[in-house]
């Protein structure tokens, strides 16, 4: 008789395949992690066996996830919408499911600052991408120059400032909660 009451209860039953066949294990290889027998494993599966909420988190640390992510089921919020900075000139998204961090899409028409003093340090970490031109990337005594399609990632508590070199170009930046909270209580350095 199959277990499946529901949605969720499918949802999960597929997420746990899923992440099994992703990972390349075996029922047998997910089971010896989960302290599962195959049979079992293989019941819950395919809907077979009850789910119960103790296998469900030893089934997620096994499979390297979250009991939340492993019962996560709120998709209607795919499509999220910039809200937009108009004092920097920015374009801003969060990220649903790590509040507090924040994409941001800037284009930058200065160089950096020629004054160290003008950098700045706080909390944090941060991520750009540049998607077009050449950005220069003050990192504490070093200039760094990141090129299209380049990536960066820093802890902004070294003192860090970000310009163009020689024409516009355009980033994209991923802020964490601290990170962006420097960057909102800070003098705009970049």
Avoid: Y
Wanted: aromatic fraction near 2%; charge should be neutral.
């Amino acid at each position: 008789m199959t277990q499946d009451d529901g949605g969720l209860d499918s949802l999960v039953r597929k997420r746990v395949r899923a992440l099994r066949v992703a990972q390349g294990w075996s029922l047998e290889e997910l089971a010896t992690r989960a302290r599962l027998s195959p049979s079992s494993l293989s019941r819950i599966e395919n809907g077979q066996r009850r789910l119960a909420l103790d296998q469900l988190v030893t089934l997620a640390r096994a499979l390297d996830t979250s009991l939340d992510q492993l019962v996560e089921t709120d998709t209607d919020d795919v499509i999220a919408s910039p809200m937009i900075d108009g004092a920097h000139g920015l374009m801003r998204w969060p990220i649903k499911a790590e509040p507090g961090m924040t994409v941001v899409r800037q284009r930058i028409t200065t160089p950096p600052p020629e004054n160290p003093a003008a950098m700045r340090a706080h909390p944090g970490r941060e991520w750009l991408v540049v998607l077009s031109g050449t950005v220069v990337l003050m990192l504490g005594h070093r200039r760094l120059r990141v090129e299209t399609n380049q990536a960066a990632e820093f802890p902004t508590m070294l003192p860090h400032a970000i310009g163009t070199a020689g024409g516009p170009c355009e980033i994209i930046g991923i802020f964490d909660r601290e990170a962006r909270r420097g960057h909102q209580t800070g003098p705009k350095a970049d």
